[in-house]
Nanobody, 116 residues
Framework: QVQLVESGGDLVQPGGSLRLSCAASGFTFRHVTMAWYREGPGKGREWVATISANGADTGYKNSVRGRFVISRDNADEMVSLQMNGLKVEDTGVYYC?????????WGQGTQVTVSS
């Protein structure tokens, strides 16, 4: 079955960097658009970034554009999110998911905390 496992979250100071990874299995990864989402404290889940199946096209939430970079490795069935210039408001649990597979189960997410 579909499985998404996120990792790489940590406590980091403002201005710092983190790289999140998501290992996918149970579906034909190379054919599927992937995305990152996050859930901040007291907030609902929000979209952060998307990458097309072949990696050629990406899209970003306005507040992260220019700081975050989404990428994927179809051979290893991984999607990553490089986060630079982190801000306190980037704090939250980060999840990867496939927008075209809405019934797929969500992973446990990975906690990112930006604090001095």
């Amino acid at each position: 079955q579909v499985q998404l496992v996120e990792s790489g979250g940590d406590l980091v100071q403002p201005g710092g960097s983190l790289r999140l990874s998501c290992a996918a299995s149970g579906f034909t990864f190379r054919h599927v658009t992937m995305a990152w989402y996050r859930e901040g404290p007291g907030k609902g889940r929000e979209w952060v970034a998307t990458i097309s199946a072949n990696g050629a096209d990406t899209g970003y939430k306005n507040s992260v554009r220019g700081r975050f970079v989404i990428s994927r490795d179809n051979a290893d069935e991984m999607v990553s999110l490089q986060m630079n210039g982190l801000k306190v408001e980037d704090t939250g649990v980060y999840y990867c998911h496939a927008p075209t597979m809405p019934t797929a189960p969500w992973g446990q997410g990975t906690q990112v905390t930006v604090s001095s």
